[in-house]
């Protein structure tokens, strides 16, 4: 299972930037979908997930500012971000939580991270 991610890069304060994160490989369902952010010097932290049905997670502080959406056909979930502050500078992981056969699972998968600069 891979998942790719899409859409970071350098944005001035006040900005916005939307990701995206693909799932391929043998899949067989994917239950929750997410993305966890790390920024310099701190630990891995919740930004938000969201499950085949639709509901939502998100991490106290960026409730109202980011917005988790998915679309369960393609195996992508989405990142909208807005009004972006210099403390949200981080590399972005997707994650997603996959059943690629009945016997067990699901398995936490990871992407390879992106890099999300606010800067003026």
């Known amino acids: 299972v891979q998942l790719v991610e899409s859409g970071g890069g350098l944005v001035q304060p006040g900005g916005s930037l939307r990701f995206s994160c693909v799932a391929s490989?043998?899949?067989?369902?994917?239950?929750?979908m997410g993305w966890y952010r790390q920024a310099p010097g701190k630990q891995r932290e919740l930004v938000a997930t969201?499950?085949?049905?639709?509901?939502?997670d998100y991490a106290n502080s960026l409730k109202g500012q980011f917005t988790i959406s998915r679309d369960n056909a393609k195996n992508t979930v989405y990142l909208q971000m807005n009004s972006l502050k210099p403390e949200d500078t981080a590399v972005y992981y997707c994650?997603?939580?996959?059943?690629?056969?009945?016997?067990?699972?699901?398995?936490?998968?990871w992407g390879q991270g992106t890099q999300v600069t606010v800067s003026s």
């Open positions: 490989g043998s899949i067989l369902s994917i239950t929750e």
């Open positions: 994650n997603a939580r996959v059943f690629t056969s009945w016997a067990s699972g699901p398995y936490r998968y």
């Open positions: 969201i499950t085949t049905g639709g509901r939502t």
